[in-house]
């Protein structure tokens, strides 16, 4: 890190790193919270440097889809397609590849290929976890406080 001053995207950069750790649970909240404010108030890379350096290195982001995939299943589907009409069009077969593939084409594109949401800090919030049977004389019900 330099001695420039640091923009508001680098500073936004840092913050996202912690609040990925913090996910992650490698910092507790109150870590978090306190290397965020030094981050939003830093005002040169240098600054910014060693909020992150006792982390893992930036998970690099999913690579761009170029719709690759979704170009060679529809062009499989249509030579299926044809076969299928070409050789006396009776039972509908290319159905099963069109769906076992297509399934997957689909999760790609769509919310299955996306990250899950992380779990809240917040104990109170309607994702916090809930006690198990086994652990303690609480009711399956009650929550954890």
Do not use: K, Q
């Not at 996910?23 to 909240?29: A, E, H, I, N, W």
């Not at 761009?64 to 006396?88: C, F, K, N, Q, S």
């Not at 917040?122 to 009650?142: F, I, K, Q, V």
Request: charged letters at 30%.
């Amino acid at each position: 890190m330099s001695e420039l001053r640091a923009s508001d995207a680098d500073r936004e950069r840092v913050a996202e790193r912690l609040r990925d750790a913090a996910g992650d649970g490698r910092l507790t909240p109150a870590e978090l919270e306190e290397r965020l404010e030094r981050a939003f108030s830093a005002r040169t890379e240098a600054e910014l440097g060693p909020l992150v350096v006792d982390l893992p290195a930036p998970r690099r982001p999913p690579r761009p889809r170029d719709g690759t995939h979704e170009r060679t299943y529809v062009a499989v589907m249509l030579l299926l397609v044809a076969i299928w009409a070409l050789t006396g069009a009776g039972y509908f077969w290319p159905i099963w590849p069109m769906l076992g593939w297509g399934i997957g084409v689909l999760a790609g594109a769509g919310r299955l290929g996306r990250p899950c949401r992380r779990r809240s800090f917040n104990p109170g919030s309607s994702r916090a976890r809930w006690r198990s049977s086994a652990a303690g004389d609480l009711g399956s019900g009650e929550r954890l406080r």
